[in-house]
Each structure stands twice: as C-alpha cells, then as structure tokens.
C-alpha cells in the first residue's frame, strides 16, 4: 500500500493562492449584481451574489475590468482578431465570451491554470448550456476534445499546468494547436501575432519564475504583447498591511520585491526580451476611463471612505509591453 505524501508548505500555499481565484469571482458577480458591468455568465460560476462588498472594492474591480478590456480589445482590433489569447491563471474568467458576444474572437483562445481549478471550470462549462453553448457554435465537428483538466475546441482551449513548469505547459498549449516561433523556419503570414494576459498571478511566484515566464513568452512569440495587473507601491505602510492580510490567510506574495514599483514593473518586461513597456497604477487608469460611464457608477452607490479607494487604486496596476517583428504598430496608451 502506497505510503501518503506529507502536506507541506508549498502545497498550502498553493491552496492559498487558489482561493484567490474564488474571492475574484465572487467580487466581480457582486459587482455585476449591482451594475458597474455587464457579465451575463459569471453568474454560472458563482451562483450567489454573496455578502456586500464595500463601494471601494467594487469601484477597484471596474477599473481593473474596463482597464484590462480596453488593451485586451485594442489589441484584437490592431490585429483584425487574426491572432491568439493566452489567459494564464485565468480562473473563472469570463473574457472569452465576453469576446464572443461582441463579435472579437481571436483565432484561438487558450487559459491555463492550476487542474483543481481547471476541472471545475470544466464541470460548470459542460452542465451549463449558456457555458457551452457558444464553445460548440464556434467549433467545427460534433465532439470535443474533453478530459478531467484539458476541454480543446476550435476556438477555445482550457489546459490544466502549473505555470511555474514552463516545459510541461508548452508542451500542453502545443498540443493543442499554439502558434509559436519556435521549431524551425515559418513564413511571417503563419506568426499569428499573440497576447499573453496574467491578472494577479506573477506576485504568487518567486521572481526567478515569473522572469522565466515573462521571457518564455518573448522568445516564443513572434509578434505579442504582454498584459499583466497585479500590485504595486507594496513598501509603504499601506503596502505591508495588505500583505500582511495575505499571511494571515496562508497567502504568500512570493514575488513582492518586483511589485515596488511602476518602474521596477516596467524593467522586468525589458530585461527579458520585450522591446517595448508601459505601467499605470490604477489611479491612473480610473482617470483615464470614459468619464461618462465613470460617472454612472460613482452615482451607484454612496462613497463614504474616497482616501480609502485612493490607497486601493495606488496600489495595483497595468503593465503591458510588446514585441513586433511584423511591424503592426501597436503602441499601448490609454
């Protein structure tokens, strides 16, 4: 009889940072329910609005929604949607048919995040008809590739990985039909240009894994850009309470120390191969929205605490940062 493997510290952290995906969902469903956006099927991952959320929490999720959107669909705009989306740590995001309703489908879409995660995401997609609906009207025969951690279809992938096995992911996303720059001569018309997008991911591994991941995917895509959101300023006094929060659930922002500032965001894209990079904290970014649809939400709900929302704005951000060969000219500004 096989011996059981003693939990260690890796695995409850692990298990930490997977409980984020759920504290995510569940503030984006309670956003929705009280209209700062429009998710019609978020609401089939998390069936209850749950608990109240404070007004500065859901004002943070819309700028970080809208903010993401917007480079996301300018991207697919730039490129005709003749292109490839790779969502690493996506959770029970919804971005892919967000993308289908608004008729922005890329070539393909892909997510990778940790197996548990991935087989529920799996389950709630094939028992509910609004989930895969649209996956089958997007796809050419009638079955799917479908096991326990991999859904594959013509135009959306879900990969079960663990991103910090950079090998065995690429191994996976190659399985089912990524486009990459590497194994042998290709005309540039085969490149399908490539957007890499990480929302509160790299910050859970060690700064080694995420620049290894930040420079597989320059080396590996011919045309791409980059997106990621996560924290910044984490030095201030500010900064070490929302850590220290994380610690007392078990949660370790192993990859703080790149997470000090706009610039120190910026130099790890250009150290690792990206010719080009931008960041925003999200003050920024919530200035830099629709002042129309701004105002619609701040006339939702009563904010009573602003300096609050402020602290919480100065401290996540956007960065972004491209490579071109193919010369699309994408410049990122909001």
């Not at 009280?34 to 859901?58: C, H, L, M, T």
């Not at 995660?117 to 609906?133: D, E, F, G, Q």
């Not at 830099?288 to 701004?294: G, W």
């Not at 300096?307 to 919480?312: F, I, K, N, S, T």
């Amino acid at each position: 009889m096989a011996s059981r493997q003693p939990f260690t510290d890796t695995d409850t952290a692990d298990e930490a940072v997977r409980a984020t995906c759920d504290d995510a969902t569940v503030c984006k469903r309670f956003a929705t329910s009280k209209g700062y956006w429009k998710d019609p099927y978020i609401q089939y991952f998390v069936r209850s609005v749950g608990e109240r959320k404070a007004p500065e929490i859901n004002r943070g999720y819309y700028a970080r929604v809208q903010g993401v959107n917007r480079l996301l669909d300018a991207f697919l705009k730039k490129t005709q949607c003749d292109c490839q989306i790779i969502n690493l740590g996506a959770g029970l995001d919804t971005t892919f048919w967000r993308l289908k309703d608004d008729n922005l489908m890329p070539r393909k879409f892909f997510e990778v995040d940790f197996p548990t995660i991935v087989a529920r995401k799996i389950h709630y997609i094939k028992t509910k008809p609004p989930l895969s609906k649209p996956i089958i009207e997007t796809h050419s025969t009638d079955s799917l590739l479908l096991d326990a951690h991999s859904l594959d279809s013509d135009r959306y992938c879900i990969i079960g990985a663990d991103l910090r096995n950079i090998s065995d992911m690429e191994e996976k996303l190659k399985k089912f039909q990524l486009n990459t720059d590497s194994g042998g001569p290709r005309t540039a018309a085969y490149l399908l240009p490539t957007l890499v997008l990480t929302e509160c991911v790299l910050v859970y591994m060690s700064p080694s894994q995420s620049s290894g991941l930040i420079r597989w995917a320059a080396e590996t895509f011919h045309t791409a850009m980059f997106i990621n959101y996560e924290q910044v300023n984490m030095y201030d006094r500010f900064g070490q309470v929302m850590i220290e929060n994380l610690q007392r659930r078990q949660c370790t922002l192993a990859g703080v120390e790149t997470c000090q500032s706009l610039e120190l965001q910026k130099e790890r894209f250009l150290r690792s191969g990206w010719e080009h990079a931008n960041a925003l904290d999200m003050i920024a970014v919530y200035s830099m929205l629709p002042q129309e649809d701004v105002g619609r939400i701040e006339r939702l709900e009563f904010l009573d605490e602003l300096e609050l929302l402020q602290q919480l704005l100065q401290h996540y951000s956007i960065s972004w940062a491209s490579k071109e060969k193919l010369s699309l000219g994408i410049i990122w500004l909001f």
